[in-house]
């Protein structure tokens, strides 16, 4: 298992009565060069547990294991050093991950300096492969973030991780903000990249087909909490738990005409809010399944089938 997280929960404390349960008691395995998606709506807590296994937030308790070796609970400047050599971030937003001030020799060659690396021949090779690597052309290294479009600057970004030769990638939201044209080539390369250097990935994303595109497993995530977890075509065309159901049908078909035609009942309500959550079912106010125990007892997850856990009171 290259990464592991037992029970890991990472709460925001706003007042005094007042704590906000941005992940709450997640236990999640991601094999070596597996690909893990995890989906969600949005202030379902995907990106904050993306940043506290890579050590960017530290966790409130709980543990995280990269190659069975126990994580610190907030990383110092050492740990960030040592630790960023294996585990690196792609963000969601091409436009502000990148620092306008820069050149992209200095962006996608800062990890390389920051780890030690002082020749800047070296460097410069390096960028300049990596920007071949990732479909830019080595003279882009003495321009700006603003003279790229999204989907440039988020190869971009990728190369600025990638660089680093790490085994464990998050992917946050990496297509999100680019355009529908443009995401099919993202999500391409980053397959590519993980096949030829054997990376292991924990893909975060709105869009479930690309997520079942991509991801040998699918985990799926509501209000702080796993409610689903298991192989991406399983999940995606077997779901069990009412919430991944909703979450599944209301989906957009990439064809825009049979979009147009598609007859579905959208998910009833917002998410609630994650401050000051209380026991029983965090999805009983939208289920249309609930019933009386989901008000008071809280589901955990279990196994229901091989490689498949629910946590839903239908199949406990
Ligand atoms: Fe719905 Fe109850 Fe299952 Fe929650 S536990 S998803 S409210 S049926």
């Not at 030690?116 to 071949?132: C, F, M, P, T, Y």
């Not at 003495?142 to 970004?157: A, D, K, L, V, W």
């Amino acid at each position: 298992m290259l990464v592991r997280s037992d029970n890991l929960t990472k709460h925001f404390h706003l007042s005094k009565n007042q704590t906000l349960h941005a992940v709450d008691g997640i236990s999640l395995e991601i094999s070596q060069n597996e690909t893990l998606g995890l989906v969600g709506e949005s202030g379902s807590g995907k990106s904050t547990l993306g940043k506290t296994l890579v050590g960017l937030l530290g966790r409130t308790s709980g543990e995280v294991y990269f190659n069975e070796e126990p994580l610190p609970k907030a990383f110092s400047a050492e740990d960030h050093l040592r630790y960023s050599k294996q585990m690196q971030m792609i963000f969601q937003d091409p436009y502000s991950s990148l620092n306008p001030r820069m050149t992209i020799l200095d962006i996608i060659g800062e990890g390389l300096y920051i780890q030690g690396a002082h020749n800047k021949d070296q460097i410069r090779e390096l960028v300049s492969s990596w920007l071949v690597k990732v479909g830019l052309e080595p003279d882009h290294m003495s321009r700006y973030p603003h003279e790229f479009s999204g989907g440039q600057r988020q190869r971009i970004g990728i190369a600025r991780a990638m660089i680093i030769e790490p085994s464990f990638v998050v992917c946050d939201e990496p297509i999100s903000a680019l355009d529908v044209s443009v995401q099919a080539q993202v999500v391409n390369l980053l397959d590519e990249l993980k096949q030829s250097l054997g990376l292991t990935l924990l893909f975060i994303a709105h869009d479930l087909s690309m997520v079942r595109y991509v991801s040998d497993r699918m985990a799926v995530m509501y209000l702080g909490s796993l409610v689903e977890c298991g192989p991406a075509n399983e999940v995606f065309f077997d779901p069990k738990h009412p919430y991944t159901e909703l979450l599944i049908e209301s989906n957009p078909e990439p064809d825009p005409k049979l979009e147009r035609s598609r007859q579905f009942e959208p998910i009833q309500g917002e998410i609630t809010s994650p401050v000051n959550i209380q026991p029983g079912c965090r999805f009983a106010d939208r289920c249309p399944k609930v019933m009386d125990q989901c008000r008071s007892v809280t589901p955990h997850l279990i196994a229901v089938d091989t490689n498949r856990t629910v946590a839903c009171h239908l199949y406990s």
